[in-house]
Antibody, heavy 126, light 108 residues
Framework: EVQLVESGGDLVQPGGSLRLSCAAS????????MSWVRQPPGKGLEWVAN????????YYVDSVKGRFTISRDNAENSLYLQMNSLRDDDTALYYC???????????????????WGQGTLVTVSS | SYVLTQPPSVSVAPGKTASISCEGN??????VHWYQQKPGQAPGLVIY???DRAPGIPERFSGSNSGNTATLTISRVEAGDEADYYC???????????FGGGTKLTVL
């Protein structure tokens, strides 16, 4: 079955940086759009970013635009989220998720997350 | 920006039908997806493209969408259905994914 394993979460001070990774396996990673979704403690889901199959298109929620960068390495079957200028309200469990039930460019406007990792916790605090 | 509004909580007795609403401006023109999240677990896909059930999801789960309201309906509710449920759409105008605030389903 599809496997997504996040890592890189940590305690970091406000203004600091962190890089999250997501190792994908048991599916053809290079053919799927991917997402990062986060969930602050005790709160709901918030979409963070999407990236297309070859990494040439990225979409971000407004609150992270200019601070976070989603990227991927298809040779390594890995998804990344570089987070800079971290703020207290970035504290959350960050999930990596696959976008399924679509093909090619149609996935741009679909964003159905059919598989999710277990998440990695980012805590921003002084 | 596009906003999806869900009731914070819905309660239902076992064996009855639960309806969870998701309100948004002209949401009937969008494709809606639903996720289930049980305590301590990652979210899981329940319904996609408004009415399609994800693999392993029982027929008791169904979806609809019209006007300004999308609805997830769970028939013959079981104790195991107790979870948080989230609706999701893609907003073409902003090129953003939007989640509803989530609804906690309690089985009495």
């Amino acid at each position: 079955e599809v496997q997504l394993v996040e890592s890189g979460g940590d305690l970091v001070q406000p203004g600091g940086s962190l890089r999250l990774s997501c190792a994908a396996s048991r599916f053809t990673f290079r053919t799927y759009w991917m997402s990062w979704v986060r969930q602050p403690p005790g709160k709901g889901l918030e979409w963070v970013a999407n990236i297309n199959q070859d990494g040439s298109e990225q979409y971000y929620v407004d609150s992270v635009k200019g601070r976070f960068t989603i990227s991927r390495d298809n040779a390594e079957n890995s998804l990344y989220l570089q987070m800079n200028s971290l703020r207290d309200d970035d504290t959350a469990l960050y999930y990596c998720a696959r976008i399924g039930y679509c093909h090619g460019d149609y996935c741009r406007g679909v964003s159905i997350n059919d598989y999710w990792g277990q998440g990695t916790l980012v805590t921003v605090s002084s | 920006s596009y906003v999806l509004t869900q009731p914070p909580s819905v309660s239902v007795a076992p064996g009855k039908t639960a309806s969870i609403s998701c309100e948004g401006n002209k949401i009937g023109s969008k494709t809606v997806h639903w996720y289930q999240q049980k305590p301590g677990q990652a979210p899981g896909l329940v319904i996609y493209y408004v009415t399609d059930r994800a693999p392993g999801i029982p027929e008791r789960f169904s979806g609809s969408n019209s006007g300004n309201t999308a609805t997830l309906t769970i028939s013959r509710v079981e104790a195991g259905d107790e979870a948080d449920y989230y609706c999701q759409v893609w907003d073409t105008e902003s090129a953003h994914v939007v989640f509803g605030g989530g609804t906690k389903l309690t089985v009495l």
